[in-house]
């Protein structure tokens, strides 16, 4: 079932540390991946995106990694800084369909 | 760097009323949709339209709402009679194409009382 409520899941990292946040995904149709930012009061922000022909993409200090055989999604930011104090939202998509399909999101928190 | 953008930023109606949420896509995009997002919950997909129709439409896009294009350069959003459980942020999308990345705008907020 999908779960609701008000209380997201907190990642707390220091400035500088690395942060890794994960996605589990439900679809194993599902073919292609993104991951949004969302700060408080605004729209979600493309940070980055994968297709199911692949396991690793780089960004710009991000990284997403995928593995199907589990249906799991990461995103990793290097050197995590205050203003990537976010919630972050990975969303899946399915080949054929329009729509995008959210995860519950994760809230990071970054202390200087 | 182009981008989606809405109006109004904050919307407050009567329990009943019709509101009309607007939207102006990336300028070269042909998919457009809306999604909704209850406070403090995921962002929920709502419709998507192509073409001049309705491609794609979730369980909550029942028939208090619609969708159109009426001109090169807006897509809107109406909800004909609205209820107290509409009150959300509602956020426009678009995207080149179909399966590629969705670019959304900052939200329009509505609460109805």
């Known amino acids: 079932g999908e779960s609701v409520g008000l209380h997201l899941p907190t990642l707390s990292v220091q400035e500088g540390d690395n942060s890794i946040i994960n996605c589990a995904y439900s679809?194993?149709?599902?073919?292609?991946f993104i991951w949004y930012k969302q700060e408080s009061g605004k729209g979600p922000q493309f940070i980055i995106d994968?297709?199911?022909?692949?396991d690793k993409r780089q960004g710009q200090r991000v990284t997403v990694l995928l593995n199907k055989t589990v249906k799991h999604l990461s995103l990793q930011i290097a050197a995590t800084q205050p203003g990537d104090s976010a919630v972050y939202f990975c969303?899946?998509?399915?080949?054929?369909?329009?729509?995008?399909?959210f995860g519950a999101g994760t809230r990071l928190a970054v202390h200087p | 760097e182009p981008e989606v953008t809405q109006t109004p930023s904050h919307q407050v109606t009567q329990m009943g009323q019709e509101v009309i949420l607007r939207c102006v896509p990336i300028s070269n995009h042909l998919y457009f949709y809306w999604y909704r997002q209850i406070l403090g919950q995921k962002v929920e997909f709502l419709v998507s339209f192509y073409n001049n129709e309705i491609s794609e439409k979730s369980e909550i896009f029942d028939d208090q709402f619609s969708v159109e294009r009426p001109d090169g350069s807006n897509f809107t959003l109406k909800i004909r009679s609205t209820k107290l459980e509409d009150s959300a942020m509602y956020f426009c999308?678009?995207?080149?194409?179909?399966?590629?990345?969705?670019?959304f705008g900052p939200g329009t907020r509505l609460l109805v009382l």
């Open positions: 994968i297709r199911s022909n692949m």
């Open positions: 679809n194993s149709a599902s073919d292609y």
């Open positions: 999308a678009s995207s080149l194409a179909g399966g590629e990345t969705q670019y």
């Open positions: 969303a899946e998509n399915q080949r054929g369909y329009n729509k995008l399909i």
